[in-house]
């Protein structure tokens, strides 16, 4: 057999009472794309960071190219050839893409700026190497982590869920760039929650569950179920059926909005205009940093329209454009921004803190002060409706593995009934369990009547959840597609500006 490029054995770590990773015994073939598969919390981070330096293991033994060795930092284990992308962006807001890449790779700037456009050109990757990072959305930020890693030449190439926010177009470029590493040479671990990208890319999968490991196994040689079964220990939920569509009453309208961003790297809108009523679905689809992070923006509150601007933005039947965020929650409006960390949760509070950055409503403070009982009995309900695993509801935010704290979220978001719910990137990063768990939830609250707009990358999930499609493309909307009978590849058209011919548009 030949010598692994990387074997770990015995590998454990916790974090208090938690055994992130428990005796974990692993080999990385040379050329090999290596998927690792697991739960939210299963513990895969926990062992990429461990490879990478970020943490250091309890115990067990890293052997690196045939030699002991353990990484004591992230600037070592990048030294020796493993590079890693991470889940959660580590880029610096204010600084460009050009600037963020300097801190990791030497080099001029000017080469630096031509080796980035030629990644983004060869790869599918296009980012603007002189935009300042706070500008870009989710996905595009994300570009710019791989970008940043390739440009290391790394023997070994974590990616931590890599295509969690790529359009379908771009997930397919990926592979191929990834395949063509592989066979220059570099072995790539692969974390995804997509078990058909798993058995389209890897040929290895390490299966991890409540940090162990469960199995290692050729994901080519098993179905998605199969897989599926081995991660989570029992069968996949059935999709929620959609109950018939009521022709509810108004709950978000948008009528031709115009909207000129002052910063020079934000999107303009142009007459967008799209209607949620009570009891369906709206889906968003589109390829991201086409409008997605304006509209939201607008539609939540935290862009106010000037007042020359009136009648764009309706709520509940109510003008809201003028209104701030605070303001369109009070009419019955909860919002789950794509950006988790940021400004879903504050990562140094406590989950019981968290629900009041926006459950305070739900008598959580008493005489201006917060009611810890009631605050920590909502954190604990959330916790148990959306199976977040954490210690409690004292965990802080930032603890917790990225789709458990997803879930926290979007709980916390629904448990405030309200009348119009706006998710953008409802189950990124979340796995397939809790996906569909988040997804039946979605359904059946629509079935009940919620008015439920739905941001996504992921074509497969507006399906799965949208009575209707729209389309986000250079800041128009396409027309409202009736989902059922639209066809994924006519999205993709809509996605690349391609219109298809025959589209089942409403009046
Ligand atoms: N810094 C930390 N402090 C305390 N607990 C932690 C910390 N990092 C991870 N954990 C815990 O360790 C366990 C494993 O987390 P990890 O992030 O490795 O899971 P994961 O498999 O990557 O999950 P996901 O798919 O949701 O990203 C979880 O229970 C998590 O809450």
Redesign the pocket.
Known sequence: MTVPLLSLRGISKS??Q?R??QAIDLDVAPQSIHAIL??????????M?LIYGVEQPDDGTVVWEGEPLSFASPAEARRKGVGMVF?HFSLFETLTVVENTQLVVPGRKADLIERIRMLGRDFGLEVDPAAHVHTLSVGERQRVEIIRCLLTNPKLLIL??PTSVLPPQSVNKLFDTLRRLRDGGVSILF?S?KLEEIRAICDRATI?RG?RVTGHVDPREHDAHDLARMMIGRDMPEPMPALPLSGGEKRLEIVGLDYQPDDPFAVPLSTVSLTVRSGEILGIAGISGNGQSELASLISGELVLPREQRDRIYMMGKDVGTLNAAARRRLGFAFVPEDRLGRGAVPEMSLALNSLLTAHPLDLLRHGLVDETKAMAFARECIRQYDV???GPE??A???????LQKFIVGREIMLSPKLLFVAQPTW???IGAASAVRRRLVALRNQGMAILVISEEIEELFELCDFIQVLHHGTLSPALVARETRPEDIGRYMIGAHSSQEKALA
């Open positions: 974090y208090g938690i992130a990773n697991g739960e939210n919390g299963a513990g895969k981070s926990t062992l960071k889940q931590d869920e974390i929650h991890l940090g695993r954490t210690s965990a802080e930032g603890s917790l593995s990225g789709g458990n990063g979340v796995d």
